[in-house]
């Protein structure tokens, strides 16, 4: 249960790291839900190759928001998404308020459960992270959207540079239903020459690498908020889904870990439902407080 | 359809080719995969943080439900995967990709540069029977030179040009393809190696389509994460690892 709102399991694959769900429906279904790629207004070609750079312990990409922006999103892609029997979250994104009020708008089709506000993406320079990191910005946006749309909204936060508890809570006040945490880390990838790999010259790094702080922020955020916290960030297998949980999110995002085995989000879901049953179906609310506590 | 689970295969044979190309026959367990000639595997490297994601590498040749690899140690990944011993199991997803097109009774050129001959190998082997074949190898050194004597088993005519002029004639591949398209009607062209070979040969080739074998850099092999685009002429990109990775070079911009 996320707001009200019944998903079959609590393990969704992340937006950018499934497709729209096309490529592989019959994951998709078996999950608690999937998240678009990000949709803009206008399509968006993306940014120059190399996109991706492998590191230690995670990857940095610089996609860039490729995508055929609202428009075909709704003709060619939602029609193939009917029946899912998953929840089905559309990633948004833009660099003002008014375009994701545009889009919010036009996504009223009852196969959509959720819109995922991104205002996160370190791959936009003119929006994205900067929206993500003023707290007022967020307000604004998240009201002006909620003023639009009766779906389940959820807020992807960003803790490039910013501390999301305070950018969770205005998302919290603006009526957000829940929020996302976190987004990819600002990173940078020289080559031997010590210029930018990467054609967007900058990325986001996501993986393993990042799973400590990223546990960091969902603790401190669920701390901070009282709508549910759903926690990402290099979860690659059951026991580090269960650590969210007891970190305080309701339910987890996977995304990395769908690029190096497309069914590896449910191989997740199988392994967390073990874990949960071999510790007797935990409450994970004790867990946090009896951690709070020490 | 692209598969969504992994399998476990063994390394049946490993052989050294060059100095820096070896050889994998693997035996995928409980499965039947059937790739067709374009078609790559991402092969997931021994476990080590460092090493993440998949290495896309092409079928080079299959036996029964054997697959074999030939592998270019270029990084930390092939590296790694050059250091296991046959018997190692490892972890593969595939085949992926859209295959190469299949012609009958026509001319064939196959254009392989370096390591890039390997996929055209398994493509020879499926058409040798119904077409004729000339395949040109393109590599720096004479010592780098492989698979020359499987092509001419196939009854392949073979053409090699070394930039150390030990083997065949000293240059680049390039130099050979116009001279060759000259004394062939109506061919088909299939070329595997560097985009800038690529691009030369498609300009040599004029109006005949050429199928070119791409590269690059992949997240995830199977068309979720588009990481892998090439140009498309008439705007946007397409997916390497699901459009392609064989595509027809008139329609991209390299
Ligand atoms: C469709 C396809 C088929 C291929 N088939 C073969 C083959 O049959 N034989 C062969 O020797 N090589 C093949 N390659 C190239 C091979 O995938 C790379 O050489 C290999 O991934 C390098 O890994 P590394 O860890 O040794 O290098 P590193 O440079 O350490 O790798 C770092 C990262 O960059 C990626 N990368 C580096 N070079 C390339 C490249 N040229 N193409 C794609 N990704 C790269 C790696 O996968 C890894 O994610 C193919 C590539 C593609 C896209
Ligand atoms: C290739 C790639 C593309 C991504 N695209 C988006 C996107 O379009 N919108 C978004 O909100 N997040 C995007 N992300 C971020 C992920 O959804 C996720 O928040 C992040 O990768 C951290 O989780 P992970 O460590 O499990 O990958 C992308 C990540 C990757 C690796
Ligand atoms: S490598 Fe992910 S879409 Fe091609």
Same mark, same amino acid.
């Given at each position: 249960?996320?707001?009200?709102?019944?998903?079959?399991?609590?393990?969704? !694959?992340?937006?950018?790291?499934?497709?729209? /769900?096309?490529?592989?429906?019959? *994951? &998709?279904?078996?999950? %608690? #839900? @999937? $998240?678009?790629? !990000?949709?803009?207004?206008?399509?968006?070609? /993306?940014?120059?190759?190399?996109? *991706? &750079?492998?590191?230690? %312990? #995670? @990857? $940095?990409?610089?996609?860039?928001?490729?995508?055929?922006?609202?428009?075909?999103?709704?003709?060619? *892609?939602?029609?193939?998404?009917?029946?899912?029997?998953?929840?089905?979250?559309?990633?948004?994104?833009?660099?003002?308020?008014?375009?994701?009020?545009?889009?919010?708008?036009?996504?009223?089709?009852d196969q959509i459960t959720a819109l995922e506000?991104?205002?996160?993406?370190?791959?936009?320079?003119?929006?994205?992270?900067?929206?993500?990191?003023?707290?007022?910005?967020?307000?604004?946006?998240?009201?002006?959207?909620?003023?639009?749309?009766?779906?389940?909204?959820?807020?992807?936060?960003?803790?490039?540079?910013?501390?999301?508890?305070?950018?969770?809570?205005?998302?919290?006040?603006?009526?957000?239903?829940?929020?996302?945490?976190?987004?990819?880390?600002?990173?940078?990838?020289?080559?031997?020459?010590?210029?930018?790999?990467?054609?967007?010259?900058?990325?986001?790094?996501?993986?393993?690498?990042?799973?400590?702080?990223?546990?960091?922020?969902?603790?401190?955020?669920?701390?901070?908020?009282?709508?549910?916290?759903?926690?990402c960030g290099g979860i690659m297998n059951g026991?580090?889904?269960?650590?969210?949980?007891?970190?305080?999110?309701?339910?987890?995002?996977?995304?990395?870990?769908?690029?190096?085995?497309?069914?590896?989000?449910?191989?997740?879901?199988?392994?967390?439902?073990?874990?949960?049953?071999?510790?007797?179906?935990?409450?994970?609310?004790?867990?946090?407080?009896?951690?709070?506590?020490? | 359809?692209?598969?969504?689970?992994?399998?476990?295969?063994?390394?049946?044979?490993?052989?050294?080719?060059?100095?820096?190309?070896?050889?994998?026959?693997?035996?995928?367990?409980?499965?039947?995969?059937?790739?067709?000639?374009?078609?790559?595997?991402?092969?997931?490297?021994?476990?080590?943080?460092?090493?993440?994601?998949?290495?896309?590498?092409?079928?080079?040749?299959?036996?029964?439900?054997?697959?074999?690899?030939?592998?270019?140690?270029?990084?930390?990944?092939?590296?790694?995967?050059?250091?296991?011993?046959?018997?190692?199991?490892?972890?593969?997803?595939?085949?992926?990709?859209?295959?190469?097109?299949?012609?009958?009774?026509?001319?064939?050129?196959?254009?392989?540069?370096?390591?890039?001959?390997?996929?055209?190998?398994?493509?020879?082997?499926?058409?040798?029977?119904?077409?004729?074949?000339?395949?040109?190898?393109?590599?720096?050194?004479?010592?780098?030179?492989?698979?020359?004597?499987?092509?001419?088993?196939?009854?392949?005519?073979?053409?090699?040009?070394?930039?150390?002029?030990?083997?065949?004639?000293?240059?680049?591949?390039?130099?050979?393809?116009?001279?060759?398209?000259?004394?062939?009607?109506?061919?088909?062209?299939?070329?595997?190696?560097?985009?800038?070979?690529?691009?030369?040969?498609?300009?040599?080739?004029?109006?005949?389509?050429?199928?070119?074998?791409?590269?690059?850099?992949?997240?995830?092999?199977?068309?979720?994460?588009?990481?892998?685009?090439?140009?498309?002429?008439?705007?946007?990109?397409?997916?390497?690892?699901?459009?392609?990775?064989?595509?027809?070079?008139?329609?991209?911009?390299?």
């Amino acid at each position: 249960m996320l707001a009200g709102v019944k998903f079959r399991n609590p393990v969704i !694959a992340a937006s950018g790291t499934f497709g729209f /769900g096309l490529e592989y429906r019959q *994951i &998709a279904q078996k999950l %608690g #839900g @999937i $998240v678009t790629k !990000a949709i803009t207004l206008e399509p968006r070609a /993306g940014n120059p190759m190399p996109r *991706i &750079a492998e590191v230690c %312990g #995670g @990857i $940095v990409n610089s996609v860039g928001l490729e995508n055929p922006g609202i428009q075909r999103f709704k003709t060619e *892609i939602l029609p193939r998404l009917r029946n899912l029997k998953s929840r089905l979250i559309v990633n948004i994104a833009g660099s003002k308020t008014d375009e994701f009020v545009q889009i919010a708008e036009m996504l009223e089709e009852d196969q959509i459960t959720a819109l995922e506000l991104n205002l996160s993406c370190p791959n936009v320079r003119e929006g994205g992270v900067l929206l993500g990191q003023n707290p007022k910005l967020v307000k604004n946006l998240t009201s002006a959207v909620r003023k639009r749309t009766r779906k389940l909204l959820i807020v992807k936060l960003t803790a490039n540079f910013v501390d999301p508890a305070v950018t969770a809570r205005a998302a919290e006040d603006s009526g957000a239903d829940a929020v996302t945490v976190i987004n990819t880390l600002f990173g940078l990838v020289l080559d031997e020459n010590g210029q930018p790999l990467l054609g967007g010259r900058t990325g986001g790094l996501s993986g393993p690498a990042i799973k400590p702080f990223a546990l960091f922020c969902v603790d401190r955020v669920a701390a901070a908020v009282k709508i549910p916290v759903i926690g990402c960030g290099g979860i690659m297998n059951g026991q580090d889904a269960y650590e969210f949980l007891c970190a305080g999110a309701k339910m987890v995002q996977v995304g990395t870990a769908n690029l190096i085995t497309p069914d590896r989000s449910w191989k997740i879901v199988r392994e967390l439902a073990v874990i949960c049953r071999l510790k007797k179906s935990v409450q994970f609310k004790k867990v946090r407080k009896a951690r709070c506590k020490k | 359809m692209n598969p969504a689970t992994s399998i476990s295969a063994s390394i049946i044979r490993k052989t050294k080719l060059t100095s820096e190309i070896f050889s994998l026959w693997v035996k995928p367990e409980n499965t039947e995969s059937n790739p067709a000639p374009g078609q790559f595997y991402g092969i997931k490297p021994p476990d080590n943080a460092d090493l993440l994601l998949r290495r896309p590498i092409s079928v080079a040749d299959t036996k029964n439900d054997r697959l074999r690899f030939i592998i270019r140690v270029t990084g930390k990944g092939t590296a790694a995967l050059s250091r296991l011993p046959a018997g190692t199991k490892i972890d593969i997803l595939g085949p992926l990709g859209r295959p190469a097109p299949l012609v009958y009774n026509k001319n064939v050129l196959l254009c392989g540069g370096g390591v890039g001959i390997a996929p055209l190998f398994y493509l020879a082997r499926i058409l040798a029977p119904s077409n004729r074949i000339t395949t040109i190898i393109g590599v720096r050194r004479a010592e780098d030179l492989i698979l020359v004597n499987d092509f001419r088993t196939l009854g392949a005519r073979v053409l090699i040009s070394t930039e150390d002029g030990k083997k065949g004639i000293k240059g680049i591949l390039t130099d050979l393809v116009p001279r060759i398209l000259d004394k062939m009607a109506e061919p088909v062209i299939y070329a595997c190696g560097p985009r800038e070979m690529l691009k030369k040969i498609d300009e040599i080739a004029g109006n005949l389509p050429v199928w070119g074998f791409l590269e690059e850099r992949m997240g995830c092999g199977t068309g979720i994460c588009y990481c892998c685009g090439i140009r498309k002429k008439t705007g946007g990109y397409l997916r390497i690892c699901r459009e392609g990775p064989v595509v027809n070079l008139k329609e991209v911009d390299l």
